[in-house]
């Protein structure tokens, strides 16, 4: 399969075609397209194996969508992509330290 290159809009309509690891909230996190994170407690991890030991389902994070000039706040589902179209991550958004999160979009930019 080729890498780069034109993704259709259906192909790329709701699908995380490209993603990475947030690695640091020193800045507010921002892509050029809109994305969506996933939140996985780093107390569920253990040797790459991804379970769910704690009770807590999720958190409510500040993060600014797509139509929003400011942010707010969101409920973020442990372990599931949010369906919000976000296109920044505040810098006091999640505790790093506690939490892996990842970042997905259509498009990679």
Do not use: C
Request: glycine share 8%.
């Amino acid at each position: 399969m080729a890498k780069g290159g034109f993704v259709t809009t259906e192909l790329s309509a709701g699908r995380v075609n490209a993603h990475g690891k947030i690695a640091s909230l020193a800045e507010a996190f921002k892509k050029n397209n809109p994305f969506s994170i996933l939140v996985v407690p780093k107390a569920d991890v253990t040797t790459g194996v991804i379970s769910n030991v704690a009770e807590e389902i999720g958190l409510i994070v500040s993060v600014k969508t797509y139509q929003n000039e400011a942010a707010a706040d969101l409920p973020v589902y442990f372990h599931r992509w949010t369906e919000a179209s976000i296109v920044e991550l505040p810098i006091t958004a999640i505790d790093l330290s506690t939490y892996d999160v990842y970042w997905g979009s259509g498009v990679n930019d």
